[in-house]
Every structure is written in C-alpha cells, then in structure tokens.
C-alpha cells in the first residue's frame, strides 16, 4: 500500500474517532447543565475543556460560548466542524480505496454539520444535534466493517480510531482523577461527576453490569483502564492497535515495522497484570501521562515504518 493511503485511511479514522468523543462530551456536559449551578458548573466545564486541549472561552462558564467552541469553531483542532471536515478531506483523497457507502455516509455527516450553526442548533435542540454526531460516526464506522476488505488499509483505519481512543480516555480520566493526585482548590467528585465520566465514555450501563450501580472512584478507573472486554477501556484500545500493527507488519514484511509492533505490544502487555489499586496509591498522573506517551510512541513508529520513511530504507526492506 502507498504511504500516502495509508496516512489518509489512519488519519481519517483518527480525525472521525475524535469529533465523536468531542460530540460524545458535549452532550453528557449540557445534560449536566440541566441540574446544577453555575458554582458547580465551572469545575465540570474546566474538566470537559481540558480533556479536549481547549481554551476556555470567556469566563469558562457560558455553555453556548463552550458549545460553539467546540463545535464551529475551525481553529479549535477538537471542534466537531473541523474534525469531520478533515476526516472527508482524506477520505476524498482516497475514495478509489474505500466503498462508496463509507463515502456516502461520511459525506451526509459533513454535510450535516456545515448545514448547521451554533445559534441554528441552540434555538432547536443542541443534545439532539451532537447525538446525530455520535450517530453518524457509529453508522460510518459500522459501514465500514461491513463493506470494506478486512486487508491492510481496514486495518490502518482500526489503528488510527483506537490509537486516538485510548490517548483520548487516558486524558480524561487524568483530568476527572486529577483532585486525587496534586493540590486542587477543586472539592472532589460528587456521584453524578462519576455517572457523567461514565457517559462520556458510553460505559455506563456496561460498567453497571459489572460493578451493579455502585459507582466509586477506584471501580471506575479499573473499569476505563483494565477491562479487557469494553471496547472504550485503554485495555480494549491496546489489544486492537496490536493486533492492527501485527497484520500490518505480516502483510507487508517491513523490517521497520518491528518496532511500532513492539511498542504496542509493551502498552498492550502493561495491563495484562495491572491492578487499580496499585496505581491509585502510587502515581495515577504519571501511569496515564506514560500511556498518552506511548500512544505518541506508537504514532511515530508508524509514520517511520509506513508513511515518512526514506526511499532508501524502502529498497532495502
């Protein structure tokens, strides 16, 4: 496969996986607002910024000013509106290498989004507007298993969506555990913060299957990091990007594709035998700073085995 494809159908992928978990936060944050005071809402919308590396507008408060932030605004490089703009972009670049349903269905949800505004979704129902977000990025991603060939460029899709979701996760649950391990004027989490980490991350009726409704701390953290079966846990995320990598490297026989299949396989083995309380006592920030870093890691080993490498090192392998 050219490396060109290749960084298309990865950063497609990424692009898609990211508006998602933009829209997926979005939602859970203004159903929030239907209960709580503005005392209560400043830490909330403080935790939903930082996971998305966004600026607060304003006074950190205004939920209309937060929503099209995140939204319409194309600087921002977590808005929904840029995200899915850049996912169809090398989409577009691609199209003989997808099926025409993933291009129609990833085209209709672009068209969504630029047909809108922030005032236009305010008036009417902002909730509904990031749902149909959620919506179409499920359908893309169910088309996509659905028609495409399960061969190399499905694989670089896989990679890409759990590479950006495990580094995404990691981030906030740093942000949401983040009382726990440095001095903060902030009070601790109250249940609702908890049920509202669990939404963002459309865990919540699995994790109460596991764990009944009992929501605490630490059984969330176990639940987001080290279930090997929730397809949003980090575990979960770090099982697929090894196993991508691993069909990758065999279909193409790089000798450069060893290390980015080692990386993985060190973040994936990391929680083979990982225990919640261990890294709760020890140092929480740090553990989730390592796995962010990793998936950077991972990230660079790509684009050296299979997108930027030199002609020279092509000829050889």
């Given amino acids: ?116 505004a922030a005032a236009k979704i305010w008036k009417a129902e902002p909730i509904e507007f990031f749902q149909a977000v959620k919506e179409g990025a499920h359908l893309f991603q169910g088309i996509t298993d659905s028609t495409m060939s399960h061969g190399e460029g499905w694989f670089f899709i896989q990679v890409g969506r759990y590479l950006e979701r495990a580094g995404a996760t990691a981030l906030l649950l740093d942000t949401h555990f983040r009382p726990y391990f440095v001095a903060s004027p902030d009070a601790p989490l109250e249940f609702n913060d908890w049920v509202a980490l669990l939404k963002c991350s459309t865990a919540f009726e699995a994790y109460c299957k596991v764990y009944t409704a009992d929501v605490q701390p630490h059984t969330v953290a176990e639940f987001l990091l080290l279930d090997g079966e929730s397809p949003r846990s980090v575990r979960f995320a770090a099982d697929r990007i090894q196993r991508g990598l691993q069909a990758i490297a065999h279909t193409t026989g790089s000798r450069w594709a060893g290390r980015a299949e080692r990386l993985a396989g060190r973040l994936r083995a990391a929680f083979d035998y990982g225990q919640v309380d261990e890294i709760m006592a020890e140092d929480m920030h740090a553990y989730l700073d390592n796995i962010r870093r990793q998936c950077g890691g991972i990230h660079s080993a790509i684009y050296q085995a299979y997108v930027s490498y030199s002609v020279e090192s092509a000829l050889a392998s």
Wanted: aromatic content about 6%; some cysteine; glycine content about 4%.
């Fill in 1 to 116: 496969m050219l490396s060109r494809v290749a960084d298309n159908l990865y950063w497609m992928s990424r692009y898609l996986e990211r508006a998602e978990h933009t829209a997926r936060l979005m939602g859970v944050g203004l159903t929030q607002t239907l209960d709580q005071d503005p005392e209560s809402a400043r830490p909330r919308w403080a935790r939903l910024l930082a996971a998305l590396h966004t600026v607060p507008p304003g006074d950190g408060t205004d939920a209309y000013a937060i929503t099209e932030a995140l939204t319409f605004d194309p600087s921002n490089h977590s808005a929904i509106v840029t995200c899915v703009a850049l996912a169809r972009e090398n989409a577009r670049q691609v199209r003989e290498q997808i099926s025409s349903e993933m291009w129609e269905q990833l085209n209709r949800l672009y068209l969504r989004v630029r047909a809108s």
